[in-house]
């Protein structure tokens, strides 16, 4: 089975932090994605990478980047955060047209 | 642009109370839509991929169904431990990222 592992499960950062969060998986996957999840609001898509290298933005980019240097590692980086970046973040991949197959998730907490 | 809404927001059973749930979808050329499972605070969960109206998928208590506007997770003699969110997404015929709805809630008891 693919594993997608997310190096945090529970995170708490002070505004103005530049804060990583790193995902790693175990299978040749291709894609691999970030999304928020916040209650009533569902996921939705900040940024996703089909390739080494390549990214691109998804649906809500803004006071995110992220790094792909490795095909197995994706890196989601909060420039400078924020209480509004308070949320749960997935990390996921995918290969083809097959479904995603998610990490368990870190919860952050900007105070 | 891709919509998926999903219904009910939130439902309750009593073991063994057959129920469904709904996620309906537009979205522009249909590469694949998908049903997850979410725990509280943790990951989703794979359940299911369909690929085209009429196709079905099975797995013990849980079977999904395909429409060209819309998809059921029909739950048979539901268990407590199938408490869960259920999560609907679709993929659009040009990419592989999906689109979720916001998710039904379900809560089976005793």
């Known amino acids: 089975d693919v594993k997608v592992t997310q190096s945090s499960r529970y995170l708490v950062k002070r505004t103005g932090e530049k804060v990583f969060l790193e995902c790693v998986q175990d299978?040749?996957?291709?894609?691999m994605f970030w999304y928020r999840q916040d209650p009533g609001l569902g996921l939705r898509l900040i940024y996703f990478?089909?390739?080494?290298?390549?990214?691109e933005k998804g649906d809500i980019p803004e006071g995110y980047s992220v790094s792909r240097e490795k095909k197995e590692r994706f890196s989601l980086i909060l420039e400078s955060a924020s209480t509004n970046q308070t949320s749960m973040y997935l990390c996921?991949?995918?290969?083809?047209?097959?479904?995603?197959?998610f990490g368990s998730g870190t919860r952050l907490t900007v105070v | 642009e891709d919509q998926v809404t999903q219904s009910p927001e939130a439902l309750r059973l009593q073991e063994g109370e057959s129920s469904s749930l709904n996620c309906s979808y537009t979205?522009?050329?249909?590469?694949?839509l998908f049903w997850y499972r979410q725990d509280p605070g943790k990951g989703p969960e794979f359940l299911f991929t369909?690929?085209?109206a009429g196709e079905e998928k099975e797995k013990e208590r849980l079977k999904a169904t395909l429409t060209k506007k819309e998809s059921f997770l029909h739950i048979t003699a539901p268990k407590p431990e199938d408490s869960a969110t259920y999560l609907c997404?679709?993929?659009?015929?040009?990419?592989?990222?999906?689109?979720f709805g916001t998710g039904t809630r379900l809560q089976v008891t005793l």
């Open positions: 996921a991949s995918s290969f083809g047209r097959d479904g995603y197959t």
């Open positions: 299978m040749d996957h291709e894609n």
């Open positions: 990478s089909y390739d080494v290298k390549m990214k």
């Open positions: 979205v522009s050329g249909l590469r694949g």
């Open positions: 369909l690929y085209s």
């Open positions: 997404a679709v993929s659009p015929g040009t990419a592989s990222k999906l689109t």
